[in-house]
């Protein structure tokens, strides 16, 4: 059972565009995770958030944690090629399970 | 900081031959680490947690005989595929939590996968 669900599951934009990725979920998270993940390459950590209704940012890239801590958002805007990955959310709920969701690929085309 | 090595990061070998693969994190202690099992455009499937010093927990459906974990210091933990058979050709990732910084963020961080291909 996927705790986390993920929206969209691709999304193909032109460079320039800007882009939202969607994590939900029933359960309340303790703590949430976004990462990036490249073929053939580990997943890679870009930000984690804690505090219901925070918002982080890195560089072109947003990221929010809702109000009740069962959703988050990534942002991304003006998407460039290097932009290109699978993203994924991941979180511990408040059993203490960490589950990821099921990733969003993303293809940014110049 | 928390860097986490695998090794190798790619191998082919014959079916029934076993298979050791190692996760290392190098500037960090990591009492917990987890194995991760990924197909082609999928997501990361957990299969076992490894704890430091004693037996691994595996996730319903994963074979503790065929899949070996050994966690013998907060540094290493090794997954050992025995007796390997086409069906266990993937991508397998490990993951440390920081012992410093479990029970706050709970963060993960990843080695860069070992490719399994078993002829």
């Known amino acids: 059972t996927q705790l986390l669900e993920q929206s969209p599951q691709f999304l193909s934009i032109q460079e320039g565009e800007n882009l939202t990725v969607y994590c939900n979920s029933s359960?309340?998270?303790?703590?949430l995770q976004w990462y990036r993940q490249e073929p053939g390459e580990g997943p890679v950590l870009l930000v984690t958030?804690?505090?219901?209704?925070e918002v982080k940012k890195l560089k072109r890239l947003t990221f929010q944690f809702g109000d009740a801590r069962k959703d988050s958002s990534l942002h991304i805007t003006a998407a460039q090629p290097g932009d290109t990955g699978l993203y994924l959310c991941?979180?511990?709920?408040?059993?203490?399970?960490?589950?990821f969701g099921a990733g969003t690929q993303v293809v940014v085309t110049p | 900081g928390a860097v986490v090595s695998q090794h190798p990061s790619w191998v082919i070998c014959k079916s029934g031959t076993s298979v050791k693969i190692e996760c290392r994190s190098l500037?960090?202690?990591?009492?917990?680490m987890f194995w991760y099992r990924q197909f082609p455009k999928q997501s990361l499937m957990l299969m076992a947690t490894?704890?430091?010093?004693?037996?691994?927990?595996?996730e319903q459906g994963v074979e503790k005989d065929k899949f070996l974990i050994n966690h013998a210091s907060l540094t290493l933990s090794t997954l050992t595929v025995t007796s390997a058979h086409p069906e266990d050709s993937s991508f397998y990732i490990c993951?440390?939590?920081?012992?410093?910084?479990?029970?706050?963020?709970?963060?993960?961080?990843f080695g860069p996968g070992t490719r399994l291909t078993v002829l």
């Open positions: 359960s309340v998270f303790s703590s």
């Open positions: 991941a979180g511990t709920d408040s059993w203490g399970k960490f589950q």
């Open positions: 500037d960090f202690q990591a009492t917990t």
């Open positions: 490894s704890n430091e010093g004693s037996k691994a927990t595996y």
């Open positions: 993951s440390a939590r920081d012992r410093q910084l479990a029970g706050i963020y709970n963060e993960q961080f």
């Open positions: 958030v804690v505090t219901g209704g």
